[in-house]
């Protein structure tokens, strides 16, 4: 196979959906500081402590939240970073759907957002292009995770094409003065070859989001469903029912199973066989905030399940560790940084590389119709 070859199969894997590709990039880049550019943008979101006081019990700014509004239902608490507020999900009989912002330092009630939220917005945008979802699956979730694809032959492609490419990491060569194309393919090439980690990083949690898109709508299920209260310890129905244990007695139990458990994710029972399913993170950076699964019976106080790295299968693994790979959170905003400015490098290089491709293809049609046009010409006189 030849050079040629290479070259047009490495166009080929990007430039038939280059304007998506480009797309994802700059939304996945943008996704990586979606909760500092919503602390940035909206001050309600912002966890303002001056007195440096000591964060409140979740179970605290629940009850602040009830409070408030006494018909509210709450179903969910979203906690985030140290600086970001935490998020009870509630419905109310004048809002179908609400997120309180609780100041989890002062308890106060900052702001109810009936909208979806920056950071939602931007995780759907990158992830699925807002695509419909159809039970359990979206055509934007397979299309974006089908990039991964892409992203992977384009690098082996341009790997094959740049004979010796090793070298641009000793001796980086940039030629600033042999005109536009020149320019162009130098940067193109210097910059594939310092961002091979995070394009073989990307592609292969691409294809792991793939697959994982795949198991969903097979109704293939990577994580277990969590266990329902028995029949039988259910409250009789005539005589004085047991009261159920409240949400601040759940998360002791939490804690005493995992005294280092940090909730992220937890929700309430929706119904009488329904548990309190807390997740959260732990002391394993390479796992995702909700690594951490515990399903606790309302009437009983028993755990019921308990699902930690530990104890996972593969795949549950993989599923676990996707996120903080692709999206740079495993060491805080440090890592986010690097991974945004190769999130940047990665979205230029969609960029010169459609440029060069353009220019050579506007080239070549040029060649084509002046040998046409002197055929014509030849044969005229002739």
């Not at 408030?68 to 979203?78: E, F, I, L, N």
């Not at 995780?123 to 292009?129: A, V």
């Not at 109704?219 to 047991?242: C, F, K, N, S």
């Not at 515990?294 to 308990?306: C, F, K, Q, R, V």
Request: with cysteine; hydrophobic share 45%; glycine share 6%.
């Amino acid at each position: 196979m030849s050079q040629r070859f290479w070259f047009r199969l490495h166009g080929w894997f990007s430039l038939p959906i280059w304007l998506i590709f480009c797309f994802v990039c700059i939304t996945g880049t943008i996704a990586v500081f979606s909760h500092e550019l919503t602390w940035l943008t909206n001050p309600n979101a912002r966890a303002s402590n001056p007195d440096n006081l000591p964060a409140k019990p979740v179970a605290e700014l629940v009850e602040r939240v009830e409070q408030a509004y006494p018909g509210a239902d709450v179903s969910t608490v979203m906690t985030f970073e140290p600086y970001l507020v935490n998020a009870v999900v509630f419905t109310d009989a004048d809002k179908p759907y609400a997120i309180a912002y609780v100041n989890q330092y002062s308890g106060e009630i900052q702001q109810i957002n009936q909208d979806i939220t920056f950071i939602n917005f931007m995780r759907s945008l990158h992830g699925w292009l807002l695509f419909p979802w159809q039970s359990s699956y979206s055509l934007g979730y397979y299309l974006v995770s089908a990039m991964s694809i892409v992203m992977l032959g384009a690098l082996v492609t341009g790997l094959v094409i740049y004979k010796n490419f090793w070298r641009a990491f000793t001796r980086p060569k940039i030629r600033v003065t042999q005109g536009r194309k020149t320019l162009l393919t130098d940067l193109h090439r210097l910059a594939g070859v310092w961002s091979i980690w995070f394009l073989m990083l990307m592609s292969l949690t691409g294809l792991w989001y793939l697959t994982q898109q795949i198991f969903w709508h097979a109704d293939i299920d990577i994580e277990p469903h969590a266990p329902l209260v028995e029949a039988r310890q259910l409250p009789v129905t005539g005589q004085q029912a047991p009261a159920m244990i409240s949400f601040s007695e759940a998360m002791d139990v939490a804690r005493q199973h995992y005294p280092d458990f940090k909730g992220a994710y937890l929700m309430m029972p929706e119904h009488n066989r329904d548990m309190y399913k807390l997740m959260g993170g732990g002391d394993h950076i390479f796992y995702d905030q909700y690594s951490y699964r515990l399903s606790i019976n309302p009437w009983t106080g028993e755990l019921a399940e308990a699902i930690e790295p530990a104890n996972m299968t593969a795949l549950q693994t993989l599923s676990h560790i996707a996120d903080p790979l692709h999206y740079g959170t495993i060491g805080g905003i440090w890592t986010k940084i690097i991974w945004f400015i190769f999130g940047l490098i990665l979205s230029g290089m969609s960029i010169t590389g459609f440029m060069i491709w353009g220019s050579r293809t506007v080239r070549a049609s040029r060649q084509r119709r002046a040998k046409v046009q002197g055929q014509t010409l030849a044969e005229g006189m002739n």
